[in-house]
């Protein structure tokens, strides 16, 4: 594979990154593993692909980790889900403080058990002030859910007369204060968006790879990038 890591032109890499990392159960499935052990391994992964965001510059990375419809999967691989998900952050916030990461969740806190929603909140706090690179962890997110939270966060604080303007949605979304997503990353061969960051991805390239997120390596985040760069983007201009 070609060094794209020295192609990259670093003035023009994406601000905002989002990536659905998909096909831990399938990465799982393979090696006749439980699923759970797919999503271990799957946050195993985070870890290197921040540190070649950081040398990168990118600004912001958006992680889809768990979806609004993702309770509709078995009881046990939730909770399995949510204990990973704890063992994350209590064995790695000293490391993600410590390189200068932002840390904020995009998402619902309601109906996450309250261990998860302690120790997310938690390694928010830990993190504030930071300012290397923005992690923004969407657990129990849905993007048609945070256009309904935001609109109705909107209306609480509305004046007759009032109508909504995107600049006052924005701001009641998960995600105010980031900039639209440049690149949108889907691993494991799968063409959809699943709702994730339906309004920020308006004018998203989107790049998908049949790679399973387990597998997912620093030097595939650096042929995107180039790949990304070769892109027109119009923004239905000309
Ligand atoms: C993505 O991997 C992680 C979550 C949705 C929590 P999957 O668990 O969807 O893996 P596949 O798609 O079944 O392979
Ligand atoms: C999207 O993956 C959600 C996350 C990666 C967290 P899914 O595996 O849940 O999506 P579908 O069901 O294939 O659309
Ligand atoms: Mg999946």
């Known amino acids: 594979m070609k060094d794209y890591a020295s192609l990259i032109d670093r003035e023009r890499v994406p601000r905002h990154v989002a990536i659905i990392m998909d096909g831990n159960g399938r990465w799982a ?3 006749s593993l439980p699923r759970v052990e797919g999503h271990r391994r799957g946050a195993q992964v985070i870890e290197s692909l921040m540190d070649a965001a950081i040398e990168l510059g990118i600004g912001v990375v958006s992680l889809y980790a768990f979806s609004t419809e993702n309770w509709s999967r078995p009881k046990d691989e939730i909770a399995g889900i949510w204990r990973l ?3 994350f952050f209590e064995a790695n916030i000293e490391k993600i403080r410590g390189k200068g990461v932002l840390l904020r969740h995009s998402g619902s806190m309601r109906h996450l058990p ?3 929603r302690r120790i997310i909140e938690d390694s928010v706090g830990q993190t ?3 300012g290397v690179i923005t992690l923004n962890f969407c657990l129990n997110y849905g993007g048609r859910q945070e256009l309904l939270d ?3 966060g909107w209306a609480a604080s509305r004046r007759p007369g009032d109508r909504i303007t995107g600049r006052a949605l924005e701001r009641h979304l998960y995600t105010a204060g980031l900039p639209d997503v440049d690149l949108l990353i889907r691993t494991s061969g799968e063409h959809r968006i699943s709702n994730f960051l339906l309004w920020q991805v308006a004018y998203a390239e989107m790049i ?3 790679v399973l997120w387990p597998d997912f390596k620093p030097r595939h985040l650096y042929r995107m990038i180039y790949e990304y760069q070769q892109r027109d983007r119009r923004f239905g201009g000309l």
Request: glycine letters at 6%; a positive charge.
């Open 85 to 87: 998900l704890e063992i």
């Open 29 to 31: 499935k393979k090696r």
């Open 208 to 210: 998908f790879t049949r």
């Open 114 to 116: 309250a261990s998860t």
């Open 150 to 152: 935001a609109v109705n």
């Open 128 to 130: 504030r002030g930071n």
